[in-house]
């Protein structure tokens, strides 16, 4: 087991917990604040998942999971962690990490197109 797949897991359940406290806690607040805490709780799922299986798509190559996993990691703390503190405090100034975190994410998903190539092999 990786560390990727160790922190993947650990954040996707997370996510799981944060959603049923969206679907339910956080009835009676601002429509947009539960909009920008739902985005986070979905963002961090998603790219829980991809962490999970970055060793799996980089194979060999750990280099190249190490760079994505540690994007992906930092985009989840960032850009889901400023949105999900924007939605529960109902403050916009905590989401100023956001955008960080969104290239972040963008960063990760690079690293899997360009470091892990080659290594997919054809059917």
Avoid at 18 to 41: D, Q
Avoid at 77 to 90: D, I
């Amino acid at each position: 087991m990786t560390w990727q797949q160790v922190v993947g897991g650990i954040s996707g359940a997370l996510s799981v917990g944060l959603g049923a406290y969206g679907a339910h806690g956080m009835m009676g607040r601002a429509e947009n604040f539960k909009t920008s805490f739902e985005t986070g709780v979905r963002y961090q799922m998603v790219h829980s998942a991809l962490l999970v299986a970055t060793p799996a798509i980089c194979g060999s190559n750990t280099r190249a999971a190490n760079i994505a996993g540690l994007c992906f990691t930092t985009g989840i703390l960032l850009f889901s962690g400023s949105c999900c503190a924007v939605g529960l405090f109902e403050d916009r100034s905590y989401g100023k990490l956001a955008p960080y975190g969104g290239f972040s994410f963008i960063g990760g998903w690079l690293a899997l197109a360009l470091l892990s190539r080659g290594k997919v092999k054809p059917h």
